[in-house]
Nanobody, 125 residues
Framework: QVQLVESGGGLVQAGGSLRLSCAAS????????MGWFRQAPGKGREFVAA????????YYGDSVKGRFTISRDNAKSTVYLQMNSLRPEETAVYYC??????????????????WGQGTQVTVAS
């Protein structure tokens, strides 16, 4: 089992940047693929980005390609999400998640077994 704690959320102006972090504890971090999802009020959970256990495979949701970057540091048991050129419609709670299938880097929420509590990102227009 792994425990996940997100940080780095906050209030930013449209066009600004934030870097989210997700620190993992418990079982060996490198045995998991990791993903980021977000959920806006009244909407379903949306895939943002995913990364395989060694960082060789990354996937992004269409709306964030070219603006967001997912990365990981297995030595620090941490996954990051660098978000640039943020838009007001990206206001949401951002969650990190862990998938025991470390090669997968899946895009579906049901592929992930463990979830953090989320961190709020608010983009002001």
């Amino acid at each position: 089992q792994v425990q996940l704690v997100e940080s780095g959320g906050g209030l930013v102006q449209a066009g600004g940047s934030l870097r989210l972090s997700c620190a993992a504890s418990g079982r060996t971090f490198s045995t998991y693929a990791m993903g980021w999802f977000r959920q806006a009020p009244g909407k379903g959970r949306e895939f943002v980005a995913a990364i395989s256990w060694n960082g060789e495979r990354t996937y992004y949701g269409d709306s964030v390609k070219g603006r967001f970057t997912i990365s990981r540091d297995n030595a620090k048991s941490t996954v990051y999400l660098q978000m640039n050129s943020l838009r007001p419609e990206e206001t949401a709670v951002y969650y990190c998640a862990a998938d025991p299938n470390r090669l997968r880097a899946g895009v579906r929420a049901d592929e992930y077994d463990y979830w953090g509590q989320g961190t709020q990102v608010t983009v002001a227009s």
